[in-house]
C-alpha cells in the first residue's frame, strides 16, 4: 500500500522538476496514481470530494501532463483551472495557461507564492531583482510568469534555475493547499 505522503515523498526526492517535460518522470507513480482507490491512497474518506484536484497536482508533478489534463480540464473550480494553468504552462501552450490563471481568480494560493518569489528566491542581486518583479504591484504576477518561463523555451535560459524553484513551489503550495481543502483545514494555515 502506498499513502499521498509516501507519493510525495518519492516526488520531493527527485530534482525540480523541468518547465517543459516530455514524458512522465516516473511512469509507475503514474500507474499507481490513476489507479489506487481513494481510499489507499488517501487513506481516508474525506479525500473523495477532492480527490481529483490531489491526483491532478500530483500527476503532474510526476511531469505526466496528459494525465493531469485529463483530470484537470473536468474540475470546474479554481483549484482546476489553476491545475490546468500549470500543465498548458509546462506543454508551451502560453497563451492558454494564462486564460486558464485568470479563470482561476484570485487564488488563495497567490499571496504565499508572492511570498516567496519577494523573500525567498534568488541568491544574487539579479535573482532576487527578477524574483521581486514576479510580485510587482503586491500581487503574484502569473501573466509575467509565464512569459519568463516562454522566454526560457525560446532559448533564455538565464533565470531557468529559479523558475523551476518557482514551479516547485507552486505545485507543492497548491497541493497542499488541494489536500488541506479536501479534509476541510483550508483557511486554517
Known sequence: MTSIDQVIERLRARNAPELYPTQPWDASLSRLLLDSSVETLFESENMKDLDATVRAGLLLWNDDLSASHTISQGIETPDGSFWHAIMHRREADHSNSKYWYHNAGEHSVFPKLREFTTTKCGTDEAGRAFCQ????????????????????RNGDAAH???????????????????????LGWAGSD
Open 133 to 152: 518583479s514576479l510580485g510587482r504591484l503586491g500581487e503574484w504576477d502569473y501573466s509575467h510568469y509565464v512569459d519568463a518561463c516562454a522566454a526560457v
Open 160 to 182: 531557468q534555475s529559479l523558475l523551476k524553484q518557482i514551479q516547485l513551489q507552486e505545485i507543492e503550495l497548491l497541493l497542499a493547499y488541494c489536500r488541506q481543502k479536501a
